[in-house]
């Protein structure tokens, strides 16, 4: 019989075997042992590689071609692993008691557990806490970003995890549909995190379950791939979730994504984030409106958002 309380972790890579010796080692490592599925969404031969030689206990797999962050996870998950969804980035570096840590949250009935990430730096800085948003505009931020790790203790929990470290109650996962398969990367955490409220699930800090964090390893933390794939699932969000039916949210929103629009352009010679918010916005067109919980959004200024984009920006 399988331990059904033991996690699944799923990993998702493009072509991130360094990054992924890294997580894969880290998870070996455990005080608390979890199954582990390696997602490769990438066409290189050297992910399987790597588990082969080196990872053999781990599972590996391969979808058909790149499905994107949430489709290759609701895939994965589907039909691999059982017990609680911990999901990891391929960018991390998990202390060894982790998995420990984010068990001992969820065994208190917690049905979504945040990690804490930790920026590669050395200075025990948070990089995430998990996500917030505010309740007007839905424009997403990272938990306690750039704050001591001391600021973890006692700090009310966030809206939900970050896709890079997150612990879900398989049923409630399954219950809400999982990750939106249309958002190809980015804010699909955020959508979940929305639905899962909706669906009346909280979210609990983990204080302890402790990961560093290289932020933006894949594409890069300012490139116009990630420009327009941030963009898209920004456009189309808005559109998902009506925020642009009342005029107050639609004027504080149309200048906070012209501020960040210009940004861009001015500072990285790109329209790439423009014309992704487009794309999206047209392609949420017809699709049902998604329903907001009236619990763990925030209320964050104009000015607050944009001194908090830029603290991420650069």
Known sequence: MPDLMMPTAYIPTLDGEDRLREVLSGLRGQTTPCHVVV????GKPGTESL????FPQFEYFRPDHNEGFGLALNHAISIRGEGPVLLLNDDLRPQPEFVANMMA???K???VVAGVLLRDDGTNTIDSAGVVADRETLTAFDYLEGQPLAAVDGAPPPLGPTGGA?????????????FDQRIFAYYEDLDLALRLRAAGYGCAIAADALAIHRRSSTLGVRSARKYGMTGWSRGYLIRRYGVLESLRPAIRTVAFEAVVVAGQ???DHTTAGLRGRIRGWREARGLPKRALSSS?????????SIRARIRRFF
């Open 105 to 107: 949250v969820f065994e």
């Open 109 to 111: 009935g917690e049905p």
């Open 39 to 42: 997602i490769d969404n990438g």
């Open 296 to 304: 763990g959004l925030g209320d964050y200024s104009l000015r607050e």
């Open 166 to 178: 997150a612990l879900f109650d398989r049923d409630a996962f399954d219950q809400v549909g999982g």
């Open 51 to 54: 588990l082969r030689s080196e």
């Open 265 to 267: 352009l001015l500072l």
